[in-house]
C-alpha cells in the first residue's frame, strides 16, 4: 500500500510535463504504453497528464495542490522566479 500517482488533466500535457522535467527532475514515461507521465523515485510516484480543454480547478472535489520536498526552499523559490 501507498501513493501510486496524480492524474492531471491539461489543455497541454506536453508543456505540463516538460515544466515539471525543468523543475523537478524526473524521468519522462509512457505509464503502461498509453499514458504520458514523469516519475519520480524514492518512493515511486507518478504525475499522470492527459489532455482536457475542460480543466476545471478541482477544490472540494480532488487533490487541489501538489508539494514538492527540496532542500533549500529559498533556493527553489529564487530558482522558479528567475524563471519567469
Not at 487541489?64 to 529564487?78: E, I, R, Y
Amino acid at each position: 500500500m501507498g501513493f501510486h500517482h496524480v492524474h492531471l488533466r491539461v489543455p497541454d500535457p506536453d508543456a505540463e510535463l516538460k515544466w515539471l522535467l525543468d523543475t523537478y527532475g524526473g524521468e519522462r514515461i509512457k505509464w503502461k504504453g498509453r499514458v504520458d507521465a514523469v516519475r519520480y523515485a524514492n518512493p515511486t510516484v507518478l504525475v499522470l497528464a492527459d489532455k482536457s480543454d475542460n480543466a476545471a480547478p478541482s477544490q472540494g472535489h480532488a487533490i487541489d495542490h501538489l508539494g514538492w520536498a527540496v532542500t533549500n526552499v529559498d533556493a527553489k523559490v529564487s530558482e522558479l522566479a528567475s524563471k519567469d
